[in-house]
């Protein structure tokens, strides 16, 4: 398994502890994390914008990035929402098994002492 993490921002804590939520529901990312704070500052419509955001950062697999996106997509508040996919090459082989097993199709939580920390 090939893991990867989406990056998205929300305008705002709301909007964003709700697309978590369904993503992690949906079995599309094992964990969110949300950044509340983020100060965006990018030309839309030819004018230099800033906007205060919520970041965040959807693991989840490789290979469920498009499903991750036409989630955001659905639910996604913004006319042009930021998805960018970073491939990870590493990590901490229990976590890497960990997000494995929380977006692969249900099956009973893991013992508390796979569960990462």
């Known amino acids: 398994m090939a893991p990867a993490i989406l990056l998205c921002t929300c305008p705002d ?3 964003a502890r709700a697309l978590a939520a369904s993503l992690v529901e949906a079995r599309l990312a094992a964990c969110v994390n949300l950044l509340p704070g983020v100060e965006s500052v990018y030309r839309w419509q030819g004018r230099i914008e800033r906007a205060c955001e919520v970041q965040l950062l959807i693991k989840t697999r490789a290979a469920h990035h498009r499903a991750v996106e036409a989630h955001i997509l659905a639910q996604h508040p913004y006319e042009l ?3 960018l996919v970073v491939q ?3 990590g901490l082989d229990r976590y890497l098994r960990w997000i494995e097993s929380e977006t692969a199709p249900h099956r ?3 013992p508390a002492d796979e569960r990462p920390q």
């Open 13 to 15: 804590l709301d909007s």
């Open 81 to 83: 929402p930021e998805i």
């Open 88 to 90: 990870a090459d590493s």
């Open 108 to 110: 009973p939580d893991p």
